[in-house]
């Protein structure tokens, strides 16, 4: 079974530092890895999908790095905002059509 | 822009009762993804659907079932209920199996 792994379990960062965020997962056979985010109670909002074949997607301040073969994808945020303040989650789909999460980084950016 | 709906948006069950929650994707899309996600844990898939056919099956409970209509809307029929089946439940969407998928705000199921 896939296992999806994400480094820290939570982070806190003054406004304006960049960060990283870190998935690992431990079966490369994937079709593409999504990162989320989501708000305490809220649903999940898309920020990037990475197909197997690419290696990396940007979306404004987002950029979101895939290395299948080491089982690895990293999530970059550029001067980061109060607003980003929210738990990150990265998931995988497998090459069997099932969808799995990771544990998420719950994310603080102070004023 | 059009974004996947869910209904109830919350709902308050009792042990043993049944709980029906529905989903309707993102026009143009035929694949839909149901998702618990219990407190403080991350999204379990349970089952999804691609073109009203059953696609894959996580680890969803022999007491729940599903189906996707021919208008790609779908159910998710909960029956006897249990406490431990509280949770949040979301529903997404995607334009084919393996592409993005878009969630829904998700339905808080409540069994007391």
């Known amino acids: 079974k896939q296992e999806v792994t994400q480094i820290p379990a939570a982070l806190s960062v003054p406004e304006g530092e960049n960060l990283v965020l870190n998935c690992s997962f431990t079966d490369s056979a994937i079709y593409n890895l999504q990162w989320f985010r989501q708000d305490p109670g809220k649903g999940l909002t898309s920020l990037l999908l990475i197909q197997s074949s690419q290696r990396e997607q940007t979306s404004g301040r987002l950029n979101a790095s895939l290395d299948k073969s080491s089982g690895r994808s990293t999530l970059y945020i550029a001067a980061s905002q109060p607003g980003d303040s929210a738990t990150y989650l990265c998931a995988v789909l497998t090459t069997g059509n099932q969808f799995y999460f990771g544990t998420g980084t719950s994310l603080t950016v102070i004023p | 822009a059009a974004g996947v709906i869910q209904s109830p948006r919350h709902l308050i069950k009792e042990k043993r009762e049944t709980a029906t929650l529905k989903c309707y994707p993102i026009?143009?899309?035929?694949?839909v993804y149901w998702y618990q996600q219990g407190p403080g844990q991350d999204p379990q898939f349970l089952i999804s659907?691609?073109?009203?056919?059953?696609?894959d099956k996580g680890s969803i409970p022999d007491r729940f079932s599903a189906q996707q209509f021919s208008d790609y809307h779908s159910e998710l029929n909960m029956s006897s209920l249990e406490l431990g089946d509280s949770a949040l439940y979301f529903c997404a969407s995607s334009r084919g199996p393996g592409n993005e998928q878009f969630f829904g705000p998700g339905t808080r199921l409540t069994v007391l």
């Open positions: 026009p143009r899309h035929d694949t």
């Open positions: 659907f691609y073109e009203k056919m059953q696609s």
